[in-house]
């Protein structure tokens, strides 16, 4: 009998280029290779946020214990996948790197950010039960209220980086690596 490799879910960050290039993906698919069955989830600004997590759910229901990673804008989307599977009892491991959990982090106000998009992120001001990778210098999302505070069962890991964590293959896979395994063993 052949086992089913564990599913791993990337909902990537608002890119306003190729959605289908994301440089941390390629690293975290060419670090764990082969151990991973790997679902990117693609996403434009008009995209139906509520279909996407639907098929997204519909992706892991056989997995007993997937792995969900958001990425930015993207980390707001999986973790509302998170609480979706909550709601039907279902574990998983949630992984959110520079994350936009609040829209009232946001720094600049005069990069533009999408109507379309905004009115379907939900106010995350006491996030749980996750690896959160993020950088008190990030140019674009006040990341500091991370560390600032105590969260139930949040692994805050600071970088001494940027938004896009520019050395995140030096910085942030192994660190992932030990988180994915330590909540596998129990």
Do not use: C
């Not at 390629?26 to 790997?38: A, P």
């Not at 990425?71 to 009892?89: H, I, M, P, V, W």
């Not at 001001?125 to 008190?136: C, G, N």
């Amino acid at each position: 009998m052949k086992l089913m490799r564990r599913n791993f879910i990337y909902i990537h960050g608002l890119q306003r280029e190729d959605i289908h290039v994301s440089r941390k993906y390629l690293h975290l698919v060419k670090y764990f290779k082969d151990r991973f069955n790997y679902i990117y989830s693609a996403w434009i600004n008009e995209t139906d946020f509520s279909k996407l997590l639907d098929t997204a759910e519909a992706n892991l229901e056989k997995d007993e214990f997937p792995i969900i990673y958001g990425d930015s804008t993207g980390a707001n989307f999986a973790y509302q996948l998170r609480e979706r599977l909550k709601l039907k009892n279902k574990k998983s491991i949630l992984i959110l790197s520079s994350p936009l959990l609040s829209l009232k982090q946001r720094i600049s106000a005069e990069i533009s950010f999408p109507e379309s998009v905004k009115t379907q992120m939900i106010e995350i001001t006491s996030p749980e039960d996750a690896l959160i990778i993020a950088s008190k210098k990030d140019q674009i999302i006040h990341q500091n209220w991370l560390f600032e505070q105590s969260f139930s069962n949040v692994e805050a890991f600071e970088v001494n980086d940027n938004h896009q964590l520019s050395n995140y293959e030096k910085n942030s896979l192994a660190k992932i690596e030990n988180y994915i395994d330590e909540k596998l063993k129990h």
